[in-house]
């Protein structure tokens, strides 16, 4: 166990506990503001994290491969960004994930954010999501519910061949719930479009 709480930390540098398969807990400072690029990857002990509203910036790969991780609730003040790639990649046990309502209108998850998360039964994309990426939900094999609360439709930050694949290998039983008034929207645009007939109206 790591306590950092007395401490005035407003950042972790990249890869700080990087492999450390005995890390089972951290406690960390109201202070922090910063996680850097694979702080925590390959954590394979560390079974939950809680991050204080204080954390604005989460960077590439910090929990990839924290393979007991089961719930994270992400900071309400978490700008996210491009720097989110790889986030969750490989966190096998994570079955339960609360995106941040974004505070910026231009929100955007990152490539292969949550590949291979195989025990996610449901996500929520949040308000203020205008983008999503290549890989997104890859390998998802549990995935059966992706709900969507944007306002408009998020578009694909790539055009590259098969980027729009962001949901291959989830549960045949995919449902993606949308806003009634963008059903049509969300059905002719990319990436949702590959899985139009999986697309349905929100209760």
Partial sequence: AIDLRT??????????????????TVQLPTSLITIGVSAFEGCTGLTSLNLSDNVTTISNFAFRDCTNLTTVNLPANLALAATTAGLFEGCTALVTVNLPRSINSTAFLGTNMFKSCTSLPSITITAGVTQVSPGLFDGCSSLRTVTVNTTIVPTNSSTAVGAN???????????????????????????????????????
């Fill in 7 to 24: 401490t005035q930390v407003t950042a972790l540098p990249g890869g700080l506990f990087k492999g450390l398969t005995n890390l089972t």
């Fill in 165 to 203: 694949n962001i949901l291959l290998g989830a549960s045949p039983s995919l449902v993606i719930k949308v806003p009634s008034n963008l059903v049509t929207s969300f059905k002719a645009t990319q990436p949702w479009a590959t899985y139009s007939t999986t697309v349905q109206a929100q209760p």
